[in-house]
Structure formats: C-alpha cells, structure tokens
Nanobody
C-alpha cells in the first residue's frame, strides 16, 4: 500500500521559514515525480512545486519562485519543500502527490490529475 506522509507544518510569522517533508512508504521516488500542492480555506487546491527524478528539474508556481525550494533524497524516499520568506498568503494545507513510476520528463503542477497518490496534508499558518 502506498502511503505519503507530510510533516513540518506549523505556525510562523511573516518572513519566517519552514521545511516540509513528504515521506513515502510502499513507493519509491526513483523514476517518479513528486508535487506539492496547497489549499487555502475557500480556495481550490493550487500547485506549488514539483520535481522529476528523471531529470531533476523543478517547477514552481510564480508566487513562490525565489522563496521555495523543492529537493529530494531518494535514499530516504523523502521530498522536501523549503519555504523561506513566508507570507500570510502562503497559509494553507500543503499536500504532496506522487506520480506512478516510470515518469520521464518535466513534471507539471497545473492540475492534481497528473498525480496518483496523495498524503493527508500538513497545515501551514503564516501570521502578519
């Protein structure tokens, strides 16, 4: 059974940092792609970032470019989202999603439908 578990969320003040983790069991990130999405209250789920194992390329939504960094540690089967210079508008539940391997090419964050597995989410709250 594939399970994704997010952790690392919390409450921070604007300008602060958090590092989210997405740990997988029953699944390997090798030859896959992992995405981070977020959902704020009353809003649709939004793609934030993704990384493809095949080429290591990362994709970011414009609103987080220069502030967030996605990375993977295949030995730990974990993907991270380092979030710096957090803003109140980053407040949301953050989810990681995984694409069934093999996946090659550039990952996408325009839609959740590209992803086959999801975690339960971790709450991030940024106060002004």
């Amino acid at each position: 059974e594939v399970q994704l578990a997010e952790s690392g969320g919390g409450k921070v003040q604007a300008g602060g940092s958090l590092r989210l983790s997405c740990a997988a069991s029953g699944f390997t990130f090798k030859k896959s792609a992992i995405g981070w999405f977020r959902q704020a209250p009353g809003k649709e789920r939004e793609g934030v970032s993704c990384i493809s194992d095949s080429d290591g390329n990362a994709v970011y939504v414009d609103s987080v470019k220069g502030r967030f960094t996605i990375s993977s540690d295949n030995a730990k089967n974990t993907v991270y989202l380092q979030m710096n210079s957090l803003k109140p508008e980053d407040t949301a539940v953050y989810y990681c999603g995984a694409i069934d391997p093999p996946f090659f090419g550039v990952c996408r964050i325009e839609s959740e439908r590209w992803y086959d597995y999801w975690g339960q989410g971790t709450q991030v709250a940024v106060s002004s």
